[in-house]
């Protein structure tokens, strides 16, 4: 059994580099799309739709090795610390905002030009939240 949690954890660490790098790598991308004359926006959408989906499959692996590692390594949530609560009630936000940038890019993709601020709010609070995170995992489970 040791063999398979050490193997979601591995998972857990593949999931966030997918998710907080394809995030990272998006912060370059959605200035140079609002900068790009029409043949450079075309091509850097193609890069932008492949990076949320990186961030959308990272977040997913993350969301179904945590709970298994919280169950098979901690037996369940009671034992778990206040960092640990911090970090999943930042992940429940970090949720909310993905999914509200999501929606926000691909409005701005079909021309809509009002969902642009949303697009640059949401993507810099998933950034400060996915910085964050990372900080409450590294204090969980230490106390
Ligand atoms: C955005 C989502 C998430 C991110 C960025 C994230 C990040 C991390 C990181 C960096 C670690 C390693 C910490 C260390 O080794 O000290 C970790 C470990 C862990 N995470 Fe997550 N996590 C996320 C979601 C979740 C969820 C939803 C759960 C459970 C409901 C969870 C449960 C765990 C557990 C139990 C560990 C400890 C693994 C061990 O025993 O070493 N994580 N997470």
């Not at 900068?35 to 959308?56: F, N």
């Not at 969301?63 to 009671?78: M, N």
């Not at 950034?127 to 106390?143: E, K, P, Q, Y």
């Amino acid at each position: 059994m040791s063999s398979f949690i050490n193997l979601l954890i591995w998972a857990h660490l593949i999931g966030l580099a997918m998710a907080v790098g394809s995030g990272m790598a998006l912060s370059q991308v959605g200035p140079r799309i609002a900068k790009g004359d029409e043949k450079q926006r075309e091509a850097l959408w193609d890069v932008y739709g492949a990076l949320i989906r990186l961030v959308h499959g990272g977040l997913g692996v993350l969301l179904i090795t945590g709970p298994l590692i919280v169950w098979l390594r901690y037996e369940g949530f009671s034992g778990l610390d206040m960092w640990f609560s911090i970090k999943m009630a930042l992940v429940v936000i970090l949720l909310i905002s993905v999914l509200v940038g999501t929606r926000a890019g691909k409005k701005l993709r079909g021309g809509d030009m009002s969902a642009r601020n949303t697009t640059q709010r949401a993507g810099m609070l998933n950034g400060i939240l996915g910085i964050l995170i990372v900080l409450t995992a590294a204090f969980s489970f230490n106390a």
